[in-house]
């Protein structure tokens, strides 16, 4: 008797969603993603387009082709650099916006209101600002590789400092996003915060060149950590010390994720 | 004394009267100017402030990477030849920016079409978002030209062929940005087209570099760019040294400015898309 009742006849029955809502995280991981990818000319080539104009000015402007930092040639030492820079900011991009945008178009509610924990939240976002900044600094390095002859040396650190640095940068738009109220705020952390520190980060430059007191700076710039590390892979060679470097990026990132949470739980500018 | 009640009486009972405006609607295009004017600098911090520290970030990396101060461009120590093409990038790109993002802000809000029934002319139109453009484009100049002050820059050694460079810069960027304004129906038109168009022909155009440093196919390209004229005809005005030749970039400007006020003013003619 009971198969011939319809949907309306039944009482409803709780949903049991177990530890992990999978279904919802992936969800949401998915519309982050399509978000990104249905404006891939903004998100994805243009931040190709502008890694290869800075290669193409810096090795055109200082005579790049012959000139050498140590035995190496300035290009191969500016490309991971690069690459880097446009993972870092792709990635901080995609989150800080995608929580602006919905929090101005006032949809951020469907998002908070659905059976998702601050936690699965913020995995599912960071999914997101990780997958475009990964993919972005794929795309830039398949690019530059037409035009400067880099070898990499060391799959796992690439791999490492990557995943890691596109995770920080997520996390930090993704604070940056909730913090902010308008898009003036997040130009304004672009513009002030994350450009400038990872052009002064030793892009474009070995930290060795700098006067004693920026050297000294630059060890509490968080982008130099992941710069560094990164070109490790490329080059085999680098200002800092490797280990620090990855222990340095995964306490920033055990920490803002810490926080990251905290703010979703409490609902910091997001409920009221 | 019917004429004096009517004189007299309230604004609501009196016939609807044509409007003169004579030869140009001055206090229509002064309001507009002011519009556009108010919107660019409610947000200085962006259109400013954050051109200014990018040029700053050039200067910084670029004055570290040197190693030989020595070495000179076109005679000039590198900075002082750098110096001057970051002050135009900065003019040219606040003057990009102007009216095509006034125009999709205004698109998106759905308030753009109202361009279809305000007493303006074509003609007013143009000349209110061109002037808004220059203004934008003077003031982030000076600014930047400011700032970068301390780090090698200097006074201009011809200030009235930097004046008509400037002018004429933000003036054509300005134009071009009207018609992409008009052509854009969404932010990403826009962003495509700057990254995709305006980007390379910027960098492309001397800013880093002499032409000569370019290998000989782009050499080409780069003489048929007119922003490369503009660049060098502004670093002509600062330093008193020059890659090209000013009077064929005034000759290019020249050209520029009339046919694209030409193509704008057809633009708001027809109305392209904004009059259905």
Known sequence: MNKNNSIFSTSPVVRSIGIVNWRGLWTLYLAEVKRFYKM?????????????LFLIIFLLAL????????????????????????????SFANTSSSILVSK???NIVDTLM?????????????????????????????????????????????????FGSSMMLSLLGLIGGIWAKKFDHIAAMTNFIIVPLSFLSGTFYSVELLPQTWQNLVWFNPFFYAIDGFRYGFINRMDGDLWVGMLIITILNVILFMLACRILTIGYKLKN | MSEERKINCPIWQKHPQTRN????????????????????????????????????????????IIEDSAKLVLGLPFLNFLIPGLIVVAILERAF??????????????????????????FELVVAYAG??????????AVVWLVLLPFGGQ?????????YFVISGSLILGLFSQIVGLFAPKWDYLISIQVFVFLPFVFFSGVFFTIDQLPQVIQYFTWANPIFYIVDGVRYGITGVTDGEPLIGVFVTLICIFVLSAICHRLFRIGYRYRF
């Open chain 2, 97 to 122: 920016e102007s009216a095509a993002f006034s125009m999709v802000y205004d698109k998106s809000e759905g308030i753009f079409d109202d361009l279809a029934i305000v007493p303006l002319s074509p």
């Open chain 2, 155 to 163: 006074i201009p050694a011809l200030p009235f062929t930097l004046a």
């Open chain 1, 114 to 162: 659905s059976p998702i924990t601050p936690i699965e939240l913020t995995v599912a976002y960071v999914a997101g600002g990780l997958t475009r900044g990964l993919l972005v600094g794929f795309l830039s390095t398949i690019s530059i590789c037409i035009f400067v002859n880099i070898h990499i040396q060391h799959y796992f650190i690439i791999l490492f400092y990557a």
């Open chain 2, 132 to 141: 808004s453009s220059i203004t934008a484009g003077i003031s982030v100049g």
């Open chain 1, 40 to 52: 891939r000319s903004q998100t994805l080539i243009a931040p190709v387009i502008t890694t290869l």
């Open chain 1, 104 to 106: 101005v178009q006032g």
């Open chain 1, 63 to 90: 005579d790049g082709a012959e000139k050498k930092i140590g035995d190496l040639t300035f290009s191969v030492f500016l490309s991971p650099g690069l690459i880097m820079m446009s993972i870092l900011q792709s």
């Open chain 2, 21 to 64: 405006y004579g030869l140009i609607n001055v206090l229509g295009l002064f309001t507009f100017y002011i519009r556009e004017i108010r919107r660019s600098f409610k947000i200085w911090g962006i259109t400013l402030v954050a051109p200014a520290i990018r040029a700053l970030l050039f200067v910084t990396v670029f004055s570290l």
